[in-house]
């Protein structure tokens, strides 16, 4: 049973930084693409960022482009998102996300429908 739990959210100024780690179970990495989405309230869900089942392909929103760095450890089995320079515009609910490379026939759409596996979510709020 694929598990998958956020943590790393909270409150900072604008332009301040924050790390958000996805801590997954159930699953291995190189069997996975695993994802970073948001949403703000009252609007649809969006793709932050993903990387492949290799590790070698990073994808990004080009709202977060520059700013936002994935990365992933295997050993710990942990999904990362750096995120700097935040904006106010960056407030939202952050969830983490997997599925079966297989199943992620467009894993550079970051579209939230083709991953099954979801996390509860974790809340940034960028304030300034």
């Known amino acids: 049973q694929v598990q998958l739990m956020e943590s790393g959210g909270g409150s900072v100024q604008s332009g301040g930084s924050l790390r958000l780690s996805c801590t997954a179970s159930?699953?291995?990495?190189?069997?996975?693409?695993v994802a970073w989405f948001r949403q703000a309230p009252g609007k649809e869900r969006e793709g932050v960022s993903a990387i492949s089942w290799s590790g070698r392909s990073t994808y990004y929103a080009d709202s977060v482009k520059d700013r936002f760095t994935i990365s992933r450890d295997k050993v710990t089995n942990t999904l990362y998102l750096q995120m700097n320079s935040l904006k106010p515009e960056d407030t939202a609910m952050y969830y983490c996300?997997?599925?079966?490379?297989?199943?992620?026939?467009?894993?550079?759409?970051?579209?939230?429908?083709?991953?099954?596996?979801w996390g509860r979510g974790t809340q940034v709020t960028v304030s300034g």
């Open positions: 159930g699953l291995t990495f190189d069997d996975y693409a």
């Open positions: 996300a997997a599925n079966l490379w297989t199943a992620v026939k467009h894993i550079h759409d970051l579209d939230p429908d083709e991953f099954a596996h």
